[in-house]
Nanobody
Framework: VQLVESGGGLAQPGGSLRLSCAASGFTFSTSAMTWARQVSGKGLEWVSSIYFDSGTTYLDSVKGRFTISRDNAKNAVYLEMNNLKPEDTAVYYC??????????RGQGTQVTVSS
């Protein structure tokens, strides 16, 4: 299993970023995929999951601001993040599995929201 995240960076409050995750080494189209995040010194926090049927779930604090999507032809999953807030600052990880089963994280991509 290999997961490679990209797209992180610095954004101002209210700004947007789009994270991408390239997946390989497993049957992507039938796998649930998850985005999780971790603030330095704290535990991993689930953010959003997308299932094989494209059903989605979100952490309450990101509902209406973040959108998860997938492209099975490209073995990729995305996280569109709008109206970013300083509390969204974290390392964001892509993982295989759904909300309660995710594992096999990538190396992560840093998102910093600051003016």
């Amino acid at each position: 299993v290999q997961l490679v995240e990209s797209g992180g960076g610095l954004a101002q409050p209210g700004g947007s970023l789009r994270l991408s995750c390239a997946a390989s080494g497993f049957t992507f189209s039938t796998s649930a995929m998850t985005w999780a995040r971790q603030v330095s010194g704290k535990g991993l926090e689930w953010v959003s999951s997308i299932y094989f049927d494209s059903g989605t779930t979100y952490l309450d604090s990101v509902k209406g601001r973040f959108t998860i999507s997938r492209d099975n032809a490209k073995n990729a999953v995305y996280l569109e993040m709008n109206n970013l807030k300083p509390e969204d600052t974290a390392v964001y990880y892509c993982a295989r599995g759904g909300r309660s089963t995710y594992r096999d994280r990538g190396q992560g991509t840093q998102v910093t929201v600051s003016s």
